[in-house]
Nanobody, 125 residues
Framework: QVQAVESWGGLVPAWGSLRLSCSVF????????LGWFRQAPGQEPELVAA????????RYLESVKGRFTISRENAKNTLTLQMDSLRPEDTAMYYCAVVGQMRAWTVQQLDYTYWGQGTQVTVSS
């Protein structure tokens, strides 16, 4: 069974930084595009960042450009999201996700088949 497990989130002051990681089990991510989604209360999930299976392309939510960095460590089967200059509006449940098709570059939520359980990130003002 494929499982994705995010590291612990937490409470962070505005302008602070936090690094999230995701470990994937039962699935080798080397040839699969990976992404981070987030969902705030009353909102639909939104793609925060995605990294192509071969790391040639990255996509970021406009509001996080220049502040967040996505990276992957294929040897460890992990995905990382470095978040800097955090804002209160970044508060949300964050999920790592894996695209279900090999060698597919996509930012469509429906294409991300495997999701982690999520971790809460709260940014105080």
């Amino acid at each position: 069974q494929v499982q994705a497990v995010e590291s612990w989130g937490g409470l962070v002051p505005a302008w602070g930084s936090l690094r999230l990681s995701c470990s994937v089990f039962g699935f080798t991510v080397e040839r699969y595009t990976l992404g981070w989604f987030r969902q705030a209360p009353g909102q639909e999930p939104e793609l925060v960042a995605a990294i192509c299976w071969n790391a040639r392309y990255e996509r970021y939510l406009e509001s996080v450009k220049g502040r967040f960095t996505i990276s992957r460590e294929n040897a460890k089967n992990t995905l990382t999201l470095q978040m800097d200059s955090l804002r209160p509006e970044d508060t949300a449940m964050y999920y790592c996700a894996v695209v279900g098709q090999m060698r597919a570059w996509t930012v469509q939520q429906l294409d991300y088949t495997y999701w982690g359980q999520g971790t809460q990130v709260t940014v105080s003002s």
